[in-house]
């Protein structure tokens, strides 16, 4: 039976209600299917995308993620962000966040290491990391703006969330040369703060399309059902995750786990993929002995969601 995009929108309209959606990643059945940019990640997909950990292998060969978030108000973005990628397995973690936040991230999560903002300021600070992330909790001042400049001197992707969005959203002139392969994650009020209001979803995902193929990022729009739109204009759709999640902090855990696949040498698409999978999907292992679920517990959930979703 076909399956029709308006399902997985919070709104209906009549193109999405003739838009065929097809399964999996791979080959489909149907040539409206084999021709349509939607569709469904199914678990094989993940399977198949999924790098089993390698013999030999050591902390150095899953990569070194930076994470550039927090302020003073918001310190626990910037905390969720480093656990979200922790739990994720990146080799190595590096937080920049403001000093004041510094026995919290000691205590709260040890393996994480730290730089000052002002260090990132510095020539060549930032090349050693094999991603990096920019932007909850981080603040849409001067001084966030600077260090988000920044990154635009060193000509390579990276990840942008929240704050980092918001700022984008007043500097036109930076997201135009956003370097290609990097990643967006907004929710909705930040899409059209970046990309113009909308009045439905059939339309902002029409935009997102052309916005990605456009800048050749990826963009992860949020939502009950997340998509995921590549540099080609493909739109996976993801359907793990449920509304137990709907606390705040869960997006800024997201952007750890994303930051820390990109970080362990999966393309942004990919890493996009698995990301939103394994985010949901431990949120809906959580949901069954609970009833709402926190960032914190969905962060610590990833390892084991993964270890059964593999044995499955
Ligand atoms: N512990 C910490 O330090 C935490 C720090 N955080 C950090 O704080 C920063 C600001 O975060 P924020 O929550 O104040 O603003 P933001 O997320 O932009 O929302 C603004 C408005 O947009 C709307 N809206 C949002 N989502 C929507 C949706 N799906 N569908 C529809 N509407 C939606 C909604 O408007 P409403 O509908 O409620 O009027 C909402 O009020 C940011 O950097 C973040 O990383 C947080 O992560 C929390 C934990
Ligand atoms: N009802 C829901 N069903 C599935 N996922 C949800 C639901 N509510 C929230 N989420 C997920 O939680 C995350 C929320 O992100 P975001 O709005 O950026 O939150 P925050 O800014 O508080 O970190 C997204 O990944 C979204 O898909």
Redesign the pocket.
Same mark, same amino acid.
């Given at each position: 039976m076909a399956t029709f995009l308006n399902s997985f929108l919070p709104d209906s309209d009549p193109q999405s209600k003739t838009q065929i959606v097809g399964k999996g990643l791979g080959k489909q059945t149907t040539k409206e299917e084999e021709t349509s940019p939607f569709r469904l990640i199914e678990p094989e997909d993940i399977k198949k995308l999924f790098k089993p950990r390698a013999a030999f292998s050591y902390k150095g060969s899953y990569g070194h993620a930076l994470i550039i978030?927090?302020a003073q108000?918001?310190? &626990?973005?910037? *905390?969720?962000t480093s656990k979200g990628c922790l739990y994720a397995g990146a080799g190595l973690t590096t937080t920049s966040m403001p000093e004041s936040g510094l026995t919290a991230l000691n205590t709260l999560l040890p393996e994480v290491m730290f730089i000052k903002r002002k260090a990132l300021l510095k020539n060549d600070a930032l090349t050693k990391y094999s991603a990096i992330a920019i &932007?909850?909790? *981080?603040?849409k001042g001067a001084k966030a703006e600077q260090t988000l400049a920044q990154l635009f001197t060193l000509k390579r992707d990276f990840i942008a969330?929240?704050?980092a969005l918001?700022i984008l959203a007043s500097r036109p002139d930076l997201l135009a040369i956003i370097e290609k392969h990097s990643i967006l994650t907004p929710?909705?009020?930040?899409f059209d703060g970046l990309f113009g209001k909308h009045t439905n979803w059939w339309d902002r995902l029409q935009t997102a399309r052309k916005k990605a193929i456009q800048l050749g990022i990826v963009i992860v729009l949020?939502?009950q059902y997340t998509f995921i739109v590549s540099q080609r204009g493909e739109v996976f759709i993801n359907s793990t995750g449920n509304p137990a999640m709907a606390q705040?902090?869960?997006?800024?855990v997201l952007t750890g786990i994303i930051v820390a696949y990109v970080a362990q040498g999966y393309a942004a698409k990919d890493a996009a993929i698995l990301g939103c999978y394994f985010h949901g999907k431990a949120g809906d292992d959580l949901a069954i002995k609970s009833f709402n679920v926190t960032?914190s517990q969905v962060a610590e959930q990833i390892p084991r969601t993964i270890k059964d979703f593999l044995l499955s």
């Open positions: 978030a927090g108000q918001t310190m &626990g973005a910037a *905390l969720l &932007g909850p909790g *981080l603040g969330d929240a704050d918001n929710h909705v009020k930040e949020k939502n705040g902090g869960m997006g800024d960032a």
